[in-house]
């Protein structure tokens, strides 16, 4: 309601427009939370490549160069997490430019790797910087 580009994006089949699953921005104050989750008969078939490069990353680009604030505070920081079994997840959090930093319990007790790439000023998150999200 306020004009930000936050929120869960829903994701859809190109062959049939069938709903496949979401990806999300969340903002925290001074960060961006990103996720996403497909159903799991899409797994391994490089959609979640392509949804981060095609349109997680480019958005997000836009969101920095234009100035939007996370929960009223400049954005400083990018971040993401992944259950440590969830191998594909942790690669492709790796290949959106995002380091590992530590692991811990989230969720009720759940374990998750968390992930971050601190946004530098002025930055933009250019999407051609980052490899080759496709091999993710």
Known sequence: DRGEPYG??????????TF???????PTPGALEIGWIFFSEYHGHGL????VSLFLVKLLDEIIEKGFLAEGEPITKVIATA????????KLIEKAGLTFEKSAERYGGNPRNWYARTVPQKHIWKADQYHDLSKA
């Open 20 to 26: 496949i699953g979401q990806v999300d921005i969340v």
């Open 8 to 17: 869960l994006f829903s994701v859809f089949s190109k062959d049939d427009h």
């Open 48 to 51: 979640g490549s392509e949804v």
């Open 83 to 90: 259950h440590p079994e969830n191998i594909a997840s942790n």
